[in-house]
């Protein structure tokens, strides 16, 4: 078999160069939830015009400022919260996070996933 630079000038291949190259352009990025847009809050506006009145406390902040003048309450608040079975299973989950659950679904389809 021959290859291209064995063959004589009238089988040699012609490249028209005249031909310009296809230019695709760039597709738009698709954007999914922009009928939102008209919802949205503009740049540097808050929602809660408000805000935190100045000075607040959280809740957790506030037990920890209990628990920090007093630490013999942390200790009793702890010997009683373990006496519940329920606090317990809480703090090992907290620890250890949730157990796995597993199961079976059965789904019926219209058509055999093979036809899509």
């Not at 695709?24 to 990025?29: L, S, T």
């Amino acid at each position: 078999m021959s290859s291209d630079s064995e063959l004589s000038p009238k089988q040699q291949p012609v490249i028209d160069t005249s031909i310009e190259p296809i230019v695709v352009p760039k597709a738009k990025p698709v954007r999914l939830n922009e009928h939102l847009n008209d919802y949205k809050w503009p740049k540097g506006v808050s929602g809660n015009s408000k805000g935190r009145p100045v000075g607040s406390v959280s809740p957790i902040t506030a037990i920890k400022q209990v628990f920090d003048k007093d630490p013999t309450l942390f200790k009793a608040f702890i010997r009683e919260y373990m006496q519940d079975r329920n606090n317990l299973k809480h703090i090992v989950e907290m620890i250890d996070g949730k157990p796995r659950q597993s199961g079976e679904i059965e789904l019926k389809l219209p058509k055999p996933l093979d036809d899509v």
